[in-house]
């Protein structure tokens, strides 16, 4: 079964850009969680999708936002991109319940100049 | 601020003896708890869980042992092997809705052989 796959890999975008970020889940897999990881702060959780609902938020600003389609797939947006935004973005999928485990994908890097 | 805390950045043991991760965490409202270990460029890879009805969960070299009195949890590497060489994240949730996981910043293991 393949993993959770995340594009593009590498990113570089300049600030007040806007970027959009692609995760496909693992098949069967119908939630779709985002975090932030940086240096200083580890990872954040961003959000959660379940059945193309946002189920869970953090504490992130509006800039951020998300959705998920009907087949799973979820995508991220950051408008108006600011230095702090340079980070790794990874994506996690899992059944449904709390207690499945969360697989991740390898992450998009992005670096805002 | 930070609910769940690795206060330790980096730990490093010799190949063959034990490794020991810890984890505090200050929400009583977590009942479940997960070690991720992720390698550079690779999204984090789920290692171990248990619940708070439990102290203690093993699963072949590794052992996660929780004491909710105090909230705190351990992660033991039995014996540790150059492999495990890697960033160790610690992580939190709660039941009833709240299905997002918090997150330590991490602790980075170095197994010498």
């Known amino acids: 079964k393949a993993g959770v796959t995340q594009t593009p890999r590498y990113l570089i975008k300049t600030r007040g850009q806007q970027v959009t970020l692609s995760c496909s889940p693992i098949?069967?897999?119908?939630?779709v969680s985002w975090y932030q990881q940086t240096p200083g702060q580890g990872l954040q959780f961003l959000f959660e999708y379940f059945s193309e609902t946002q189920r869970n938020k953090g504490n992130f600003p509006g800039r951020f936002s998300g959705r998920q389609f009907s087949n799973s797939r979820s995508e991220m947006n950051v408008s108006t991109l600011e230095l702090g935004d340079s980070a790794l973005y990874l994506c996690a999928s899992k059944f449904s319940g709390w207690a499945d485990t969360q697989y991740f994908g390898p992450g998009t890097r992005l670096t805002v100049l | 601020d930070q609910q769940v805390k690795q206060n330790s950045p980096s730990l490093s043991v010799q190949e063959g003896r034990i490794s020991i991760l810890n984890c505090d965490y200050t929400n009583s409202m977590f009942d479940y708890f997960l070690w991720y270990k992720k390698y550079p460029a690779e999204g984090p890879t789920f290692l171990i869980s248990?619940?708070?009805?439990?102290d203690k969960n093993e699963d072949g070299r590794f052992t996660v042992f929780l004491n909710k009195s105090a909230k705190h949890l351990s992660l033991h590497i039995v014996p540790s092997q150059p492999g495990d060489s890697a960033v160790y994240f610690c992580a939190a949730s709660g039941q009833g809705g709240s299905e997002k996981l918090v997150f330590g910043k991490g602790m980075k293991l170095t197994v010498n052989p």
């Open positions: 248990i619940s708070s009805i439990k």
């Open positions: 098949s069967g897999h119908r939630s």
